[in-house]
Nanobody, 128 residues
Framework: QVQLAESGGGLVQTGGSLRLSCAASERPEMNYIMGWFRQAPGKEREFVAAIRWRDNSPNYADSVEDRFHISRDSAKDTVTLQMTNLKPEDTAIYFC?????????????????????WGQGTQVTVSS
């Protein structure tokens, strides 16, 4: 079973940047997908971004597409989420997630129950 560990996060002012990283405990197979979700207090867990291991194809939530960038370091089995132009509404606990599900398309990404592996989460706070 793949274990995930997040790092990064913290406190930043509006307009600032942060970088989150997620390390897998073992080298994923080519059909692996790794992503990020976030959960603000009192809200449901929300999809942020994902990347496919086999071709580095990214997918983003509309709310972050122009500000966040997800990338993969195959040598280190890690995924990085570079967040720029942060807003107070980006404040949340950010969770790394992984899955070996191979459904066609990306429509199923936003549903948390479709993801099998989760990290413990890391806090991101954006002050106004």
């Amino acid at each position: 079973q793949v274990q995930l560990a997040e790092s990064g996060g913290g406190l930043v002012q509006t307009g600032g940047s942060l970088r989150l990283s997620c390390a897998a405990s073992e080298r994923p197979e080519m059909n692996y997908i790794m992503g990020w979700f976030r959960q603000a207090p009192g809200k449901e867990r929300e999809f942020v971004a994902a990347i496919r291991w086999r071709d580095n194809s990214p997918n983003y939530a509309d709310s972050v597409e122009d500000r966040f960038h997800i990338s993969r370091d195959s040598a280190k089995d890690t995924v990085t989420l570079q967040m720029t132009n942060l807003k107070p509404e980006d404040t949340a606990i950010y969770f790394c997630a992984g899955t070996y599900r191979t459904r066609f398309g990306t429509y199923w990404y936003p549903e948390p129950t479709n993801w099998d592996y989760w990290g413990q989460g890391t806090q991101v706070t954006v002050s106004s």
